[in-house]
């Protein structure tokens, strides 16, 4: 068997690394990331506070690193993915793509790869960036590893829904639009909505959400995921595992754990049920 | 060879096309003509396997591509009416993409592309971006691009539209070409002259429905058994055209700005006694010869005729 390359990824690969979008991204991403370390210490600068080797800095801007790199790659994403596949539509190319021996599911899985190279490309860009942590000791290499893959596992997802709303939709704009609405739910419509559903019971019933519900819930949240995963890596900071535990009694001990196992679990199974469905939407002779 | 037997497309309640039946040799280019609207892209969509019939089936040697897809892919080449292309893309990558998505062998890719940008006469741009090409070009590098798998049906979806007449000659060269290595063809357009040079066998589609189909000749041989006759005069006008209206061999006579035109049922003598009553009247003619009829005579007597029938 040879091993070949998905043509649809191979084309996009070389046309995005052609326009000058590309490295006008990189270097902008690349810079709101060095900002945000120069930030750090300007601001530990004015209050005055001299330390030049406090472990607790070094946890501090890893955590804040993490969090904004999902949080940019996120608002990124979208960018990369919501025209794949009404920018074709728009362009008149999808008809001629749909006409070759490729199967939807290649050209849906083309796009996707394609879209993910480039967040791996920025990810890579960034670990220059996050190895400043290593000067202060405290995180490995393996957790920076973890929390790389658990951002590209979240790029998976939200790379699938810009796809899917670009089959959806027959125009760019409209998709675009959709997905980020639909991000915006995910990330504070959750936990907005979990708040509000908490409180509510607590004065209508008189107690919280179980320890399950809540759980489930706030677990579908990239950011509570990876505020998991930070808080077992650093050991500090339980705000995650605290929320989750605040107002819940026998809670398990294993729960660090818990909600990002179960967002990554999430982002997979959605992932894939949005590109099969993207693949059936843009199936030619379907209608 | 290409088969289409009672297709049926319906748009909710619309019928775009209805019961349309026609068959194209191995080798031979189809003219598909009518006016817009009438059902053309609909139909090739449907061959192209891009849409699914409501009812009917398309068969490529017996074999019904609306229910096997790949079929469709390995058979048929596909150009349709409007399409695009990537920017940042060079011609000779554009080419190697759809060999990619054909499946071609990388070791075979090379000879195909070299090959197709000669047919197509593109084999100076292979280093320039697709984008800034000329329509005709890219209209060319589409062509060629349909060509890659080397498919046994070709299907054209208006390939001349838009493009200027040295464009159009192009395309006509390429079209023998590809005729000449044994493709089927089947183009569209809706118009008649782009076609009647270049076309073997001619079916004329209006409203969802085939009305002829037919070799060129035959098609003008259905549609008329009249001559048609143009007759110039420099004097007597008005003498002419009331003579030629007591003929009852004469029909149609339309008087133009320069000259007068009449269908005419009947042999040579028929003719020559036309012509010895005018001049006996002292009409001053100057020429009267018969005039080519074209297939645009028969199209717009076949379009005419239809309408006649729904009134
Ligand atoms: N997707 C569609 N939905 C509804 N009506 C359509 C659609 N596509 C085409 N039609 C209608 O079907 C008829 C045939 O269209 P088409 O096949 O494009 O004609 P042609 O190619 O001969 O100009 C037209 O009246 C057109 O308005
Ligand atoms: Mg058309």
């Known amino acids: 068997m040879k091993l070949s390359v998905n043509p649809v990824l191979e084309k996009e690969a070389k046309i995005k690394m052609r326009s000058w979008r590309a490295p006008a991204l990189l ?72 006409c070759t021996r490729l199967s939807s599911w290649s050209v849906v899985i083309g796009k996707l790869t394609a879209s993910l190279s480039h967040v791996m490309l920025l990810i890579a860009a960034s670990i220059p960036v996050f190895s400043i942590v290593f000067l202060y000791g405290g995180i490995s290499p393996l957790d920076v590893i973890s929390v790389f893959l658990f951002q590209i596992v979240t790029a998976f997802l939200v790379g699938s829904i810009g796809i899917f709303f670009s089959s959806l939709f027959k125009r760019t704009a409209v998709a675009t639009i959709v997905t980020y609405t639909v991000l915006l739910m ?4 959750t936990i907005a909505g979990y708040v509000f559903y908490a409180v509510t019971r607590h004065r209508l019933l008189g107690w919280y959400p179980s320890f399950w519900e809540s759980l489930s819930i706030l677990s579908v949240n990239p950011f509570i995921g990876l505020g998991a995963l930070l808080e077992k890596q650093t050991g500090h900071f339980g705000f995650v595992s605290e929320m989750l535990r605040r107002h819940s009694t026998n809670v398990p001990h294993y729960i660090e754990d ?5 967002n ?15 693949a059936w939407l843009i199936k030619p002779g379907r209608r | 060879m290409l088969m289409i037997e009672n297709l049926v497309k319906k748009y909710g309640k619309f019928t775009a096309v209805n019961e349309l039946s026609f068959e194209i040799p191995k080798g031979h280019i189809f003219g598909f003509v009518g006016p817009n609207g009438v059902g053309k892209t609909t139909t090739i969509k449907i061959i192209a396997g891009l849409m699914k019939p409501t009812a009917g089936r398309v068969l490529i040697e017996g074999d019904d591509i609306t229910k096997n897809r790949r079929k469709v892919r390995e058979k048929v080449g596909y150009m349709p009416d409007f399409f695009g292309v990537y920017d940042n893309l060079k011609v000779d990558e554009y080419m190697d993409f759809y060999c990619a998505a054909n499946r071609i062998d990388v070791s075979g890719r090379k000879k195909i592309i070299a090959d197709l940008l000669e047919l197509v006469d593109l084999s100076q741009k292979r280093e320039s971006y697709v984008d800034s090409l000329s329509r005709g070009m890219k209209q060319r590098l589409c062509l060629a691009r349909s060509l890659v798998h080397d498919p046994a049906v070709l299907i054209l979806d208006e390939p001349a539209s838009g493009l200027d007449p040295r464009a159009r000659i192009e395309m006509k060269e390429i079209l023998k070409a590809l005729q000449s290595m044994g493709k089927t063809i089947l183009i569209s357009s809706h118009i008649l002259p782009e076609l009647s040079e270049l076309s073997t066998s001619i079916g004329i589609i209006e409203n969802g429905k085939m009305v002829v189909t037919g070799s060129v000749q035959d098609i003008m041989l259905q549609t008329s058994n009249k001559r048609l006759l143009k007759i110039e005069v420099i004097d007597g006008v008005e003498t002419a055209i009331k003579i030629l209206k007591e003929q009852p061999a004469v029909s149609e006579v339309i008087r133009n700005i320069d000259n007068i035109e009449f269908g005419i049922e009947g042999d040579g003598h028929t003719v020559s006694d036309i012509l010895t009553e005018l001049v006996k009247n002292n009409v001053k003619v100057i020429y009267f010869g018969e005039r080519q009829k074209n297939l645009e005579d028969a199209f717009m007597r076949i379009t005419k005729g239809e309408e006649a029938n729904e009134a």
């Open chain 1, 186 to 189: 995910l990330v504070v419509g």
């Open chain 1, 264 to 278: 990554i679990g999430f982002n997979i199974v959605l992932s894939v049920v949005l590109l099969l469905l993207s």
């Open chain 1, 258 to 262: 818990l909600p990002w196992m179960i």
């Open chain 1, 27 to 98: 270097s902008v991403y690349l810079l709101f990331l060095s900002g945000l370390v120069i930030l750090y210490f300007v601001s530990r600068n004015l209050d005055g506070y001299y330390s030049n080797f406090d472990p607790r800095t070094a946890l501090n801007i890893y955590t804040m690193l993490s969090f904004f790199q999902l949080g940019l790659l996120i608002f990124i994403i979208p960018g990369l993915t919501s025209a794949a596949i009404s920018g074709e539509r728009e362009r008149q190319t999808l008809d001629l793509l749909l």
